[in-house]
């Protein structure tokens, strides 16, 4: 079946530099994109989100690109911080329900 | 209030043990739905709720029993369980099933642990 997968499954960074995670996917029908982060011992949190008809998306630190042609979606981390460790999990949504995450990148914040 | 509160934040239970899992948001999300969560996996989706109504069962094997009582609460049922079935049990709710702009919003799980 169609899935969502990422290219790196840790990614190790010092304080203060930035961070890029990677993800892929393969159903060309999504049209939303979810970025989660996941603490250890709680639940996804939601990071920050995308539509299809846009290429990118800011919030506070955080940047999402989306390249429909190569289906594939990344998020930025600027000043990455000690809090930011953690797993991140991209998604996505192809309408109805039905949201498919990713298999996770783990970051690891050097100090 | 902008939490999904979980109970219990963990259990044991044996293969014979009929136990439930209880999910509670007060955000008026109209959406909900349990997740199961393996160590260093993604969550997978099992059920959704919509307005009340089940609305996706991902085949789901039935000794896992979903319950929606009302708009606030959800409800997992279990009853002779596997030991492969240990894992994080999660419940999200939504606003509606998408378009939102804000995604999930997640519990803290339940850690299950069948013996």
């Known amino acids: 079946g169609e899935s969502v997968g990422l290219h790196l499954p840790t990614l190790s960074v010092q304080e203060g530099d930035n961070s890029i995670i990677n993800c892929a996917y393969s159903?060309?029908?999504?049209?939303?994109f979810i970025w989660y982060k996941q603490e250890s011992g709680k639940g996804p949190q939601f990071i920050i989100d995308?539509?299809?008809?846009?290429d990118k998306r800011q919030g506070q630190r955080v940047t999402v690109l989306l390249n429909k042609t190569v289906k594939h979606l990344s998020l930025q981390i600027a000043a990455t911080q000690p809090g930011d460790s953690a797993v991140y999990f991209c998604?996505?949504?192809?309408?109805?329900?039905?949201?498919?995450f990713g298999a996770g990148t783990r970051l690891f914040v050097k100090a | 209030d902008t939490e999904v509160t979980q109970t219990p934040k963990h259990l044991v239970m044996g293969m014979t043990n009929k136990k439930s899992l209880k999910c509670e948001q007060h955000?008026?999300?109209?959406?909900m739905y349990w997740y199961k969560q393996k160590a260093k996996k993604p969550p997978e989706l099992m059920f959704v709720?919509?307005?009340?109504?089940?609305?996706i069962n991902e085949s789901v094997p039935s000794r896992f029993s979903p319950e929606c009582p009302n708009s606030s609460l959800l409800n997992l049922h279990l009853h002779a369980l596997q030991p492969e079935d240990s894992a994080l049990y999660l419940c999200?709710?939504?606003?509606?099933?998408?378009?939102?702009?804000?995604?999930?919003?997640f519990g803290s799980g339940t850690r299950l642990t069948v013996v």
């Open positions: 955000m008026g999300h109209r959406a």
């Open positions: 999200a709710s939504s606003q509606e099933a998408r378009d939102t702009g804000y995604g999930y919003t």
């Open positions: 709720y919509s307005y009340e109504k089940l609305s």
């Open positions: 995308i539509r299809s008809n846009m």
């Open positions: 159903n060309s029908a999504s049209d939303y």
């Open positions: 998604a996505e949504n192809t309408g109805g329900f039905k949201t498919i």
